[in-house]
Structures are given as structure tokens and as C-alpha cells.
Antibody, heavy 123, light 111 residues
Framework: QVQLVQSGAEVKKPGASVKVSCQAS????????INWVRQASGQGPEWMGW????????GYAQRFQGRVTITRDISKSTAYMELSSLRFEDTAVYYC????????????????WGQGTLVTVSS | QSVLTQPPSVSGAPGQRVTISCTGT?????????VHWYQQFPGTVPKLLIK???NRPSGVPDRFSGSKSGTSASLAITGLQAEDEADYYC???????????FGGGTKLTVL
């Protein structure tokens, strides 16, 4: 079955960077985009950006421009999201999610989602 | 403040029909971008409920339906069941932000 498996929880200090991985299985990795979404406790989801695994093209939400970098390793069927200059308010669960067929630039439905990675920013 | 506006909460008795609205603007829903809906239970991963405005993924009961008109979209749930009590989120694309956006979410309470 289609599955996205993410790396484990992280605890980081303010100003540090975090890199979360997302390994895909059960489908052809390069056929559909991977999106990254985060959700703070008690809040709704917040879209961060996308990557086309086939081309490597990326797009980022304006509020994260300059702080977020999404990459992929085709040989490992894995996408990565790195967030730098971490702040307390970056504490959240970070999800990767596969973008829907026929959509691009992050406009598609998101299915499935990874299990989530809790990133805690604490001094 | 979310780009897509949803009511914070809705409620209904078992068996009733409820609707959840998602109001956007001319740069997202009104620009003819598709709307997608998600269901999320506390402590779990969001689950795709409706894609492409009206389409149910395999396994989603036909009690759930989506519609879209102008700058708004709606999720309807008929034959309300206690197990439907969850948070619901809409999602679309915004061309002024050049990215996807979510609604703030609606908490459904089954009375």
C-alpha cells in the first residue's frame, strides 16, 4: 500500500535548523509531488511547500521563503524538509503528504499523509 | 487568520444533515481552483475526505458530499453519526500567495 514514513521527533534550540525526512513506498516516487504541511497544537494545518520528485522543482509558502528548503533523493524515494533559524513558534507536528494526480504547484489534494514528526523548539 | 474562512463549530443531532462552509476570494476558490476537504480526529493524521470539489476517495461513505459555487465551497454530511465528530478543514490554491491554503477548521459536534 502507498505509505509515507517520516523520521522521528526532534528537539532543537532557537536559531538551529531541523531536517525531516519522508520515505515513500508503494508507488512510483517520481510520479507525484510531495508537499509539506505543519500543524501546531490546537491549530489548523499550514502548507509550507512542495517538490516535484521528477524534476526537483520546488515551491514555498511566502511566509517560509528563505527559511525552508525541500529536497529529494530519488535513489532512496525520500523527500526532505529543512527549516532553519528555528523559533519557539515553529514547534509543531510536520507532515509530508503526496500531491494528487494531475495537480501541480501544491494545488492538489493531499493523500496519503506521513505519520507526522514532532519538532519542539526549546531553550 | 486563515485565507479560507470556515465556521469554528457546527453541531447536529444523529441522523440530521449538517453543512460546513468554506469561503474564499477571487484569488483562490473564485479563481476556479479545486477545493479539497479533510477530516481529523484528535491526535491523528488528517484524512482526505473530498477531492476536486465533489469527489469521494475510495472508502469514504456517500454520506459525505462536496460542492462549490463562486468563491465558496461546502461540505455536507447527511445521516449524522456519533463517529463523525471531528475537525474538518478545507484546502485550495491561492494564486496571489502562489501556494496552497487551508481553512481554519470546523469542529463538528454530534449532539
Amino acid at each position: 500500500q502507498v505509505q509515507l514514513v517520516q523520521s522521528g521527533a526532534e528537539v532543537k534550540k532557537p536559531g538551529a535548523s531541523v531536517k525531516v525526512s519522508c520515505q515513500a513506498s508503494g508507488y512510483t516516487f517520481i510520479s507525484q509531488d510531495i508537499n509539506w504541511v505543519r500543524q501546531a497544537s490546537g491549530q489548523g494545518p499550514e502548507w509550507m511547500g512542495w517538490i516535484s520528485p521528477k524534476s526537483g522543482f520546488t515551491g514555498y509558502a511566502q511566509r517560509f521563503q528563505g527559511r525552508v528548503t525541500i529536497t529529494r533523493d530519488i535513489s532512496k524515494s525520500t523527500a526532505y524538509m529543512e527549516l532553519s533559524s528555528l523559533r519557539f513558534e515553529d514547534t509543531a507536528v510536520y507532515y509530508c503528504a503526496r500531491g494528487g494526480v494531475g495537480y501541480n504547484y501544491g494545488s492538489g489534494d493531499l493523500d496519503p499523509w506521513g505519520q507526522g514528526t514532532l519538532v519542539t523548539v526549546s531553550s | 487568520q486563515s485565507v479560507l474562512t470556515q465556521p469554528p463549530s457546527v453541531s447536529g443531532a444523529p441522523g440530521q444533515r449538517v453543512t460546513i462552509s468554506c469561503t474564499g476570494t477571487s484569488s483562490n476558490i473564485g479563481a476556479n481552483y479545486d477545493v479539497h476537504w479533510y477530516q481529523q480526529f484528535p491526535g491523528t493524521v488528517p484524512k482526505l475526505l473530498i477531492k476536486g470539489n465533489t469527489n469521494r476517495p475510495s472508502g469514504v461513505p456517500d454520506r459525505f458530499s462536496g460542492s462549490k459555487s463562486g468563491t465558496s465551497a461546502s461540505l455536507a454530511i447527511t445521516g449524522l453519526q456519533a463517529e463523525d465528530e471531528a475537525d474538518y478543514y478545507c484546502q485550495s490554491y491561492d494564486n496571489s500567495l502562489s501556494g496552497s491554503v487551508f481553512g481554519g477548521g470546523t469542529k463538528l459536534t454530534v449532539l
